[in-house]
């Protein structure tokens, strides 16, 4: 349900922000929209390779009058960073929370086992090895044996193999999946 508040975007609830990474989708996208219902425009998609800057706050008036989410089931999207051209793109919008899951932001240490290790492309093949949008996604660029990563988030896929989603060391900028094995962390 929508509600429109007399409060100004300051008086509203306190809010939190997190990172998120979309979730798999059938076609590998998610709309943001003006309003926290399908119903509302769509201002522009996120893909799945994209992090996402997510606010809490359940009222927003970024396009307008204050909106606000009263089911608890979207979020507010701040920014997208995209894989690929490693800059922010300046899209914002509501986006429901099922098709998201929140994730180590790029610019902070990986809260997982890996603890912020330095970790080098390590591909036996001795060829490049692709960077995806996801497990078995498209592929985005080839990385070369030995460039620094670190990695953000970890997943399985259907057959229970293990894909990361890694980021440059230096920059923490993201830049796709890859299949876990080739990744050798120290």
């Known amino acids: 349900m929508m ?3 007399s409060a100004t975007p300051q008086q509203a609830v306190a809010s939190s922000s997190f990172c998120a990474v979309i979730e798999r989708t059938n076609d590998g996208f998610v709309n943001l929209r003006e ?8 201002l522009g998609i996120a893909i799945q390779s994209d992090i996402l800057l997510v606010d809490t706050a359940p ?3 970024d396009f307008g009058p204050l909106i606000c989410d009263e089911t608890g089931k979207w979020n507010f999207v701040e920014n997208v960073i995209r894989v690929g051209d490693q800059s922010k793109h300046f899209l914002k919008g509501w986006v429901n929370s099922s098709f998201i899951r929140q994730v180590t932001c790029p610019n902070s240490p990986p809260a997982s086992a890996f603890n912020g290790a330095r970790c080098r492309v390590m591909d036996p093949t001795g060829t490049p090895l692709n960077a995806r949008t996801g497990p078995h996604g498209t592929v985005l660029g080839k990385l070369s044996n030995g460039i620094l990563v670190s990695i953000i988030d970890k997943m399985n896929d259907e057959r229970e193999r293990s894909w990361v989603y890694i980021a440059n060391y230096e920059t923490r900028l993201p830049i796709g999946w890859v299949y876990r094995e080739y990744i050798a962390c120290f």
């Open 59 to 61: 009222c927003r008036s």
């Open 3 to 5: 509600v429109l508040a």
């Open 35 to 42: 309003g926290p219902r399908v119903d509302y425009n769509s």
